[in-house]
T-cell receptor, first 113, second 110 residues
Framework: GQNIDQPTEMTATEGAIVQINCTYQ??????LFWYQQHAGEAPTFLSY????GLEEKGRFSSFLSRSKGYSYLLLKELQMKDSASYLC??????????????FGTGTQLKVEL | DADVTQTPRNRITKTGKRIMLECSQT?????MYWYRQDPGLGLRLIYY???????NKGEISDGYSVSRQAQAKFSLSLESAIPNQTALYFC?????????FGEGSRLTVL
């Protein structure tokens, strides 16, 4: 099975940089996703990593190390609207073919003035 | 208009009632999913479907059933609702990459 760990809550200041970590244990890793979810709304896709390294998309970047079972989401130039829950999700190959996607419990980020 | 639409958005019902949550999509994706979200828990998969003739159980399918009436429609039923099925339910679709979620259906079972 999978075990995904991410911090429950984080607080950061507007304009600053914050790093949200995600560690996982899996037997057939096949990709890691980050989603953003504002309170009471649908999760929306932020990034996808399947190979080691950094993927950059504007103010958001995501890093993956498969050997360490570790990813982080980096948010730069924080804005108040970045206050949300950030969900790490790991895709795992399963016996018999196909994939299974497992979500972490999410990191609630609060951006303060 | 949203690409993935869920109805109803909010529902309060009583224990033992039958409830149906409906999902329709305009993205043209074959793969559709139903998740539930509870505070302190990650999104958990209830059922998924890769086409009209394909229905698969997820990790928490007990107490639920689904119907894939067409490529664009995937409904979730609770035959006899119980209080621990109180949750936020999300429908999602996928092509080959990320999931696209509906806006959610908040269900309260009293």
């Amino acid at each position: 099975g999978q075990n995904i760990d991410q911090p429950t809550e984080m607080t950061a200041t507007e304009g600053a940089i914050v790093q949200i970590n995600c560690t996982y244990q899996t037997s057939g890793f096949n990709g890691l996703f980050w989603y953003q979810q504002h309170a009471g709304e649908a999760p929306t896709f932020l990034s996808y990593n399947v190979l080691d390294g950094l993927e950059e998309k504007g103010r958001f970047s995501s890093f993956l190390s498969r050997s360490k079972g570790y990813s982080y989401l980096l948010l730069k130039e924080l804005q108040m609207k970045d206050s949300a829950s950030y969900l790490c999700a790991v895709r795992d190959r399963v016996t018999g073919g196909g994939n299974k996607l497992t979500f972490g419990t999410g990191t609630q980020l609060k951006v303060e003035l | 208009d949203a690409d993935v639409t869920q109805t109803p958005r909010n529902r309060i019902t009583k224990t033992g009632k039958r409830i149906m949550l409906e999902c329709s999509q305009t993205k043209g994706h074959d793969r559709m999913y139903w998740y539930r979200q509870d505070p302190g828990l990650g999104l958990r998969l209830i059922y998924y479907s890769f086409d009209v003739k394909d229905i698969n159980k997820g990790e928490i399918s007990d107490g639920y059933s689904v119907s894939r009436q067409a490529q664009a429609k995937f409904s979730l039923s609770l035959e006899s609702a119980i209080p621990n099925q109180t949750a936020l339910y999300f429908c999602a679709t996928r092509d080959t990459g990320e999931l696209f979620f509906g806006e959610g259906s908040r269900l309260t079972v009293l």
